[in-house]
């Protein structure tokens, strides 16, 4: 049955400074250096959310202790938009606590499903990309957005298979996602790129079907090559390659999108981070002063 739609208040709290937008992912391997209050290069922290559902303890008391001088948001991977069962209420009614505790300014997850019959999977694991399909996630789109009265924006992933049901791609479907649901889209432009190489398509065709107001937020990482593959492992620095992408990506995204590092693996010291997250601050600011900049090719 479809669910009724109502309309959703897009009340995204923004960043209180709009040129405060370059973020890092909090890993559990810099708690202590940051509880020393270290003065930092980083504007705001993105916290997986189901680290912080439910737990209190050293994460919590760290992560609110961080909160106090940073803004946050809540990245999910446990939302599960994409399966064909209903949103598990726990799971967001703990996701409901975990918000009002930290106020984030975004909360987001993933084009992807990992749960089913009760069953909650490691992966993220892609969805096939048709109408059925497009009618099951907004219905759970809608619903999430109702039941939190928050928008919510959803990542586009890295797949390794593609469905042969599939009548349009990912791009495709996130833009009619966002029309029928209101939701904002988390651009994720290292995932674009493996999924670019792996599956041999232009990245910018992609980004370019993305609506450039529909995004939210940016996320930047590092894969890993595999020999015949990419790999989406986020435990290396940002490739050039995808450095280059976000340079001529810039005229598609809006200005002064939070954009973040995402560094799972191989976790490098602190200073490491803020370095790599100083390159994305150089290329916006070479971006925001190079009129002639194109996006209409892109050599990787
Ligand atoms: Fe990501």
Same mark, same amino acid.
């Given at each position: 049955m479809c669910r009724k739609r109502r309309k959703i208040? *897009?009340?995204?709290?923004?960043?209180?400074?709009?040129?405060?937008?370059f973020g890092v992912g909090l890993r559990r391997e810099h708690y202590q250096y940051l509880t020393e209050k270290p003065i930092t290069d980083i504007d705001w922290f993105e916290v997986i959310s189901e680290n912080y559902m439910n737990t209190e303890g050293r994460p919590m008391s760290v992560l609110e202790s961080i909160r106090k001088d940073y803004p946050i948001a809540c990245h999910g991977v446990g939302m599960s938009l994409g399966s064909s069962d209903q949103i598990d209420p726990n799971y967001l009614k703990e996701l409901k606590r975990l918000i009002e505790r930290l106020e984030p300014f975004l909360i987001s997850d993933h084009l992807a499903w990992n749960h089913l019959n009760g069953t909650r999977l490691h992966e993220l694991i892609p969805v096939p990309y048709h109408e059925e399909s497009l009618e099951v996630i907004a219905n759970h789109i809608d619903y999430v957005q109702n039941e939190l009265q928050r928008q919510i924006a959803v990542e586009n992933i890295s797949a390794y298979f593609n469905y042969a049901t599939s009548t349009m791609n990912e791009g495709e479907f996130l833009s009619l996602l966002t029309q029928k649901t209101g939701c904002s889209i988390l651009l994720d432009i290292n995932n674009i790129y493996v999924n670019a190489k792996n599956f041999q398509f232009n990245p910018l065709d992609f980004i370019k079907t993305i609506p450039k107001k529909s995004i939210a937020q940016v996320h930047l990482a590092g894969f890993t090559d595999m020999g015949t593959y990419l790999f989406?492992?986020?435990?290396?620095?940002?490739h050039q390659e995808v450095w280059n992408l976000f340079e001529t990506s810039l005229e598609l995204i809006p200005e002064n999108v939070p954009i973040m590092i995402e560094w799972d693996e191989n976790v490098p010291e602190f200073h490491k981070l803020e370095a790599e997250l100083n390159k994305a601050r150089k290329i916006m600011h070479k971006g925001t002063k190079n009129?002639?900049? *194109?996006?209409?090719e892109f050599i990787p």
């Open positions: 208040r *897009k009340n995204v709290k923004l960043l209180e400074n709009q040129t405060s937008i989406d492992t986020h435990a290396e620095p940002v009129e002639t900049r *194109k996006t209409t």
